[in-house]
């Protein structure tokens, strides 16, 4: 199941980091930049949250809570979230639930062999709940400056 732009998003509940629950549904109110990653604490998804982190009281100011999401244990969270000094919570999604409700489960290579992973992805929900905006297949220079202009946009509707 593809979630389509403008449709509401299902909702889900996870486990995160600082010993919380996420429940998209408790959040209405609010808009939500969620943000999946392949792996904690490596190169690309080390910049990527820290160009959330350092966005982050744009993104207070518009409204729009930040969550990472990615297939690995809460305790390699917790340590990324502590070492990176990330001042959002991050989803440990190891049965992969989340992953697959937004469709970001592709079929990658890596030194010649194909393995399933995470397609680095964005996602903007609106205050309603509905998806706003998708950024798939992502690139990190500038990325976490795109998805703050998007929620400061959709904000200011």
């Not at 992969?96 to 469709?103: A, I, K, M, N, P």
């Not at 964005?122 to 795109?146: M, S, Y």
């Amino acid at each position: 199941m593809t979630i389509e732009l403008g449709q509401p998003v299902p909702d889900f509940s996870a486990p995160a980091t600082g010993d919380t629950t996420i429940t998209l549904s408790e959040l209405r109110g609010k808009q939500v930049v969620v943000y999946f990653y392949p792996k904690a604490s490596t190169p690309g998804c080390t910049t990527e949250g820290g160009d959330f982190r350092d966005r982050k009281a744009a993104f207070d100011a518009a409204n729009t809570v930040i969550i990472g999401v990615s297939r690995d244990g809460l305790r390699a969270q917790e340590n990324f979230k502590a070492k990176q000094d990330f001042n959002f919570e991050l989803i440990s999604d190891k049965d992969e639930t989340v992953c697959r409700l937004f469709d970001v489960i592709k079929l990658k290579k890596m030194y010649g062999k194909e393995h399933l992973g995470i397609e680095r992805s964005t996602f903007l929900i609106d205050q309603d709940g509905k998806l706003a905006q998708e950024w798939r297949g992502v690139k990190v220079p500038g990325h976490a400056e795109d998805v703050l202009n998007a929620a400061q946009a959709l904000h200011n509707q």
